[in-house]
C-alpha cells in the first residue's frame, strides 16, 4: 500500500521560500511506472497542477508556467522523498498543498493521480 | 491549457437518486479523462479513470462515460456517503487541469 506524507511549515512569510517534503512509503521516487506531483488548491484557484518529477533512465521535471521561473521539484533517492520549493511567495500562493503519485505509462498513456497525501495548508502572510 | 468545464457546479439530490455530471473539455482529449471524489478537509481520491474505469474498490455505483469533448459522471443510487465535490481532470496535454467542481448536497 503506497502512503505519502507531507511535512513543512504551515506559515511562510511573503518574498521568501515556500518548502514542502513528501515521504514515500510502499514504492520508490525511482521507479519507471509513476511521476510524483505536487497539486495545490485554494478558494479562487481551484485544484492547480504545479510540477513534477519523474525516472525514465535518467530524471525529468515538468512545471506549470505560471510558476515556472519559481519552482523546484527534487528527488532524494536515499530517503525516498521528493520536495517543492517555491521561491519569492505571496499571498496568492497561500493554498492546500498536496504531494501526489500519478500512475504513468507513456506506452499506453493512461495517468491517474491514485496515490495523495494529506495535504499541508501553507498561508503566506508576514 | 485544456479548460475542464463542470455542471452543474452544485446539485442537491435525495437518497436513491440517480445523479449525473458533465465534463467538457476545450478540446478533444480522446478518452484521457479520470474524476475524483473529495470530501471536506481530505485530498481527493480516484474513483473513474480513463473516462469509464472503476477504480479498484470503489462501489460499482459510480460510472463514467463519454469521448473525445463531452463526458458523463453518474452515481447510480445516490448514498449518504456520497456528499462530496466530484473533480474531472484531463491528462491529455500537460499541464493536468482540473474542473471546478460539482459540490453534491443531499436534500
Known amino acids: 500500500q503506497v502512503q505519502l506524507q507531507q511535512s513543512g511549515p504551515g506559515l511562510v512569510k511573503p518574498s521568501q521560500t515556500l518548502s514542502l517534503t513528501c515521504a514515500i512509503s510502499?514504492?520508490?521516487?525511482?521507479?519507471?511506472?509513476?511521476?510524483w506531483n505536487w497539486i495545490r488548491q485554494s478558494p479562487s484557484r481551484g485544484l492547480e497542477w504545479l510540477g513534477r518529477?519523474?525516472?525514465?533512465?535518467?530524471?525529468?521535471?515538468d512545471y506549470a508556467v505560471s510558476v515556472k521561473s519559481r519552482i523546484t521539484i527534487n528527488p532524494d533517492t536515499s530517503k525516498n522523498h521528493f520536495s517543492l520549493q517555491l521561491y519569492s511567495v505571496t499571498p496568492e500562493d497561500t493554498a492546500v498543498y498536496y504531494c501526489?503519485?500519478?500512475?504513468?505509462?507513456?506506452?499506453?498513456?493512461?495517468?491517474?493521480?491514485?496515490?495523495w497525501g494529506q495535504g499541508t495548508l501553507v498561508t503566506v502572510s508576514s | 491549457d485544456i479548460q475542464m468545464t463542470q455542471s452543474p457546479s452544485s446539485l442537491s439530490a435525495s437518497v436513491g437518486d440517480r445523479v449525473t455530471i458533465t465534463c467538457q473539455a476545450s478540446?478533444?482529449?480522446?478518452?484521457?479523462l479520470n474524476w475524483y471524489q473529495q470530501k471536506p478537509g481530505k485530498a481527493p481520491k480516484l474513483l473513474i479513470y480513463?473516462?469509464?474505469n472503476l477504480e479498484t474498490g470503489v462501489p460499482s455505483r459510480f460510472s463514467g462515460s463519454g469521448s473525445a469533448t463531452d463526458f458523463t459522471f453518474t452515481i447510480s443510487s445516490l448514498q449518504p456517503e456520497d456528499i462530496a465535490t466530484y473533480y474531472c481532470?484531463?491528462?491529455?496535454?500537460?499541464?493536468?487541469?482540473f474542473g471546478q467542481g460539482t459540490r453534491l448536497e443531499i436534500k
Open positions: 501526489a503519485r500519478e500512475n504513468l505509462s507513456f506506452s499506453s498513456g493512461s495517468s491517474q493521480f491514485d496515490y
Open positions: 510502499g514504492d520508490s521516487v525511482s521507479t519507471n511506472s509513476a511521476a
Open positions: 518529477t519523474y525516472y525514465r533512465s535518467k530524471w525529468y521535471n
Open positions: 478540446q478533444d482529449i480522446s478518452n484521457y
Open positions: 480513463d473516462a469509464s
Open positions: 481532470q484531463q491528462y491529455d496535454n500537460l499541464p493536468r487541469t
